[in-house]
């Protein structure tokens, strides 16, 4: 992506909404109960079962669809440390733990992710089966599609990260929830670099570099083809 157009991420977003709007509001839907249940409640957390029979509480933090249409959850219990985890909705509505014991944490690279402690929030999965979610707003973590192993990818002390989206090249664009910058990960060679942002929360610089433009927050990224 040209970096001149990344200012215009506010322009697509807002066109975004407003086609969903006039789609939605011209074609019927079919609405269908894919996870969680109709009742109140928290259920333990258990495998191979059907996702619209468990109750989540309201913990489902972020969702998340593959390329094979499959669907992920995070999950962030708020009042339950123990239940932080990654769980994958099949073709089939069954439901298994793809990554985290329930035990709030960051730890366990190098080995299974269903043995590895994690605070998942935003998550993208690409077209083998790897699932990229951010850990706790501090690090990027990576589930290997083939082996499950987990391993973090890139880490930030400042605690910001808050948003994922694969970039045309197959990498990764980062959004800082509350550092007001998006930067890009390369997949290959896992340099970091900035994209759009100097940091400072406003909203400047349309018509210049995205890197010496203000804005606040970047909160979700979508990006287009070109």
């Known amino acids: 992506m040209n970096k001149k157009n990344i200012p215009l991420l506010r322009l697509l977003l807002l066109s975004f909404i407003l086609l969903s709007t006039r789609a939605y509001s011209q074609t019927p839907l079919n609405w ?13 957390i258990t495998n191979n079962v059907a996702a619209n029979t468990v109750r989540f509480d309201n913990a489902i933090f972020h969702m998340a669809l ?3 249409n499959t669907v992920y959850l995070s999950l962030w219990f708020s009042y339950l440390a123990d239940r932080r985890i990654i769980k994958k909705i099949d073709a089939n509505g069954i439901t298994n733990t793809v990554a985290g014991t329930g035990v709030s944490g960051n730890g366990g690279d190098g080995g299974l992710a269903t043995a590895a402690t994690i605070n998942p929030g935003d998550a993208i999965i690409d077209a083998n089966g790897n699932i990229y979610f951010i850990n706790g707003n501090t690090s990027l973590r990576k589930v290997d599609g083939s082996t499950g192993i987990i391993s973090t990818l890139y880490t930030t002390p400042s605690g910001q990260l808050g948003s994922l989206t694969f970039a045309p090249d197959g990498n990764i664009y980062i959004g800082y929830e509350a550092g007001s910058k998006i ?16 940091g400072t929360s406003g909203f400047s610089g349309d018509g210049g570099l995205a890197i010496n433009a203000t ?10 083809s070109t």
């Open 32 to 44: 269908s109960l894919v996870a969680g249940t109709t009742s109140t409640g928290l259920d333990p």
């Open 66 to 68: 593959a390329p094979d």
């Open 215 to 224: 804005f606040v927050n970047a909160r979700d990224i979508v990006v287009n």
């Open 183 to 198: 930067k890009k990960l390369n997949l290959s060679t896992l340099a970091v670099t900035d994209i759009a942002g100097t």
